[in-house]
């Protein structure tokens, strides 16, 4: 099941930053070039490594779209599992600092989840 949940998480990086080409015009290079060569979890686990957002957090931020960041998908309740209490704290801490209301996007989400989810998650 978790590499299921990886690969599902992966292919909801590549459709998100397709939405954000598509949506507000910003094609994130660098992230498509990390999912390539890390997958998804991967390229996530190394953007959570350090201790500042990415750029393409920041433009997320700036184009008021965090809830198609990185930091959001790692705390859906349905991909939690794929990481380390370090990963999801640092992207609760990342998403609160910017003014993102982490648990209104978590509760939204569990109203509608991936078709895919088990109701035990």
Do not use: C
Request: glycine share 10%.
């Amino acid at each position: 099941m978790a590499r299921d949940a990886e690969n599902r998480f992966h292919s909801d990086m590549r459709r998100g930053a397709e939405r954000l080409k598509r949506e507000i015009g910003y094609n994130p290079t660098r992230f498509m070039q990390m999912l390539g060569e890390l997958g998804g979890v991967g390229a996530a686990k190394q953007l959570l490594r350090g201790g500042n957002a990415s750029d393409g957090f920041t433009t997320l931020w700036e184009a008021g779209r965090l809830e198609l960041s990185v930091e959001a998908f790692v705390l859906l309740p349905w991909y939690r599992h794929l990481f380390g209490d370090h990963h999801l704290d640092t992207a609760q801490y990342r998403l609160s600092r910017h003014g993102f209301d982490v648990d209104r996007f978590l509760r939204e989400s569990q109203r509608n989840p991936p078709g895919w989810v088990s109701d035990d998650v």
